[in-house]
């Protein structure tokens, strides 16, 4: 069983369209977050989000905006799509406390045309 | 400032030779440190984890760290690298606001 799972792992799409990554985490953790990897392989966080609190990256756009319809699932709307979206976002879940890290699920690379 | 740093963007290493990627951190972060691997077109994997205790750790393929307070160092190191092993490596810290930073990477190539 996939413990992060992220849905499509593929998607190539227009400028100016909008779209939803989906991501569901089955090892209960209580913490979710969406990093973005760029072309240079550089990781940033962009969301990170419990049942209480959503912390936001400053620096992302509004365009990007997450949206958790429970627990094990944080999905990314991203709208108005732009050419310099294009990158891997990951999605990744922990349990507070540090003892576990961060699993991270395998990545949609997303490329705008 | 940048929390984590990796001075070296690629390592080129012969296989069965002895490799050491390096990560610095900054005195901003936590001393809760982990690298990460991330297979071609894979996701990342967590590789090892310093988190308090020895300062020596260890992972199950054979790579080790050493938190160095020191030196605020967080080096990895193989005696042997395998042909499997490459791949691109990441040094991360947890912040103050519990968020995981990453360093910008080494990518790991090794050589038959």
């Known amino acids: 069983d996939t413990a992060v799972s992220q849905t499509p792992k593929y998607l190539v799409t227009q400028m100016g369209n909008d779209k939803s990554i989906k991501c569901e985490q089955n090892?209960?953790?209580?913490?979710m977050y969406w990093y973005k990897q760029d072309s240079k392989k550089f990781l940033k966080i962009m969301f990170s989000?419990?049942?209480?609190?959503?912390?936001i990256n400053e620096t992302v756009p509004n365009r990007f905006s997450p949206k958790s319809p429970d627990k094990a699932h944080l999905n990314l709307h991203i709208n108005s799509l732009e050419l310099g979206d294009s990158a891997v976002y990951f999605c990744?879940?922990?349990?507070?406390?540090?003892?576990?890290?961060?699993?991270f699920g395998s990545g949609t690379r997303l490329t705008v045309v | 400032a940048q929390s984590v740093t990796q001075l070296d963007s690629q390592v080129p290493v012969f296989e069965e030779a002895p490799v050491e990627l390096r990560c610095n951190y900054s005195?901003?972060?936590?001393?809760?440190l982990f690298w990460y691997v991330q297979y071609p077109n894979q996701g990342l994997q967590l590789l090892l984890k310093?988190?308090?205790?020895?300062?020596l750790v260890e992972s199950i393929n054979g790579f080790e760290a050493e938190f160095n307070k020191s030196q605020t160092s967080f080096h990895l190191r193989k005696p042997s690298v395998h042909i499997s092993d490459t791949a691109e490596y990441f040094c991360?810290?947890?912040?103050?606001?519990?968020?995981?930073?990453f360093g910008t990477g080494t990518r790991l190539t090794v050589i038959p």
């Open positions: 989000y419990n049942n209480k609190e959503l912390i």
């Open positions: 310093y988190l308090s205790g020895s300062t």
């Open positions: 991360a810290a947890l912040t103050g606001a519990n968020n995981l930073f």
């Open positions: 005195s901003s972060v936590s001393v809760y």
């Open positions: 090892l209960g953790h209580d913490t």
């Open positions: 990744a879940s922990s349990q507070n406390g540090i003892n576990y890290g961060y699993t």
